[in-house]
């Protein structure tokens, strides 16, 4: 006897009750450093991390952080879209265009919640910034774009292996470091990074879906 396994659905649900877990998560955060924007633990892991550091560790943190700052984040997207475009990924290359809209979405919390960065009261600042706090932009673009591309990775057989494995073990180290160096730069306190994080995969549900939901043919097809 046959059994339908509701196993789509079984997943459509998983996911739908994590995006709702990780939106009632930043939700939660945002109000909550709302109204406590200086907290003495994100002070202590600061403190923590920046203990030690040297002059080599600066430039290894500057160079993680790179990818996130105007214009080279803007010009990192543009050129891997093309990248994709000219291999006749174009679909692909639109999606990833897309992730720039992140840009609107940080800046728009930002404002909102308005909290103030670290100054050098508190921590060792490395890196100066210029807009608010929290969320961090750097950490949502990480999760968002490099994300995007280990799935893109996993999903495009037709992609080399090896190039494959590259940028998917290069995406993820970023996408993990990059936390950490915004904290030891002074740029971010622990909190921001992890509202970055939350509203990056936030973000990323979206784009994720909809390249499934209208994607043509199998996986493994070239568009």
């Not at 700052?69 to 990924?89: D, I, T």
Request: charged residues 15%.
């Amino acid at each position: 006897m046959n059994y339908p396994l509701p196993i789509m659905p079984f997943k459509r649900n998983t996911l739908l009750l994590l995006l709702t877990f990780l939106i009632i998560c930043f939700i939660g955060l945002s109000v909550f450093i709302s109204f406590h924007p200086l907290l003495p633990f994100d002070i202590k892991t600061s403190n923590f991390i920046q203990q030690y550091h040297s002059d080599f560790m600066d430039q290894c943190m500057l160079a993680i952080s790179f990818f996130g700052e105007l214009p080279y984040s803007l010009l990192s997207v543009v050129v891997v879209a093309l990248v994709f475009y000219y291999l006749k990924y174009k679909r692909e290359a639109y999606f990833i265009s897309t992730t720039l809209l992140s840009g609107l979405v940080i800046l728009g919390v930002k404002n909102i919640i308005n909290r103030q960065r670290p100054t050098s009261f508190y921590v060792r600042l490395v890196e100066v910034n210029r807009f608010q706090s929290y969320p961090s932009g750097h950490v949502l673009s990480y999760v968002l774009f490099f994300g995007f591309l280990i799935i893109l990775m996993n999903t495009l057989k037709t992609i080399p292996k090896a190039t494959r494995i590259v940028v998917t073990y290069v995406s993820a180290f970023l996408m993990i470091m990059v936390s950490f160096s915004r904290i030891y730069l002074g740029a971010h306190w622990f909190t921001d990074t992890v509202g970055g994080c939350l509203l990056g995969l936030i973000c990323l549900f979206p784009l994720t879906y909809y390249y499934f939901k209208f994607k043509k043919g199998t996986p493994e097809e070239k568009n």
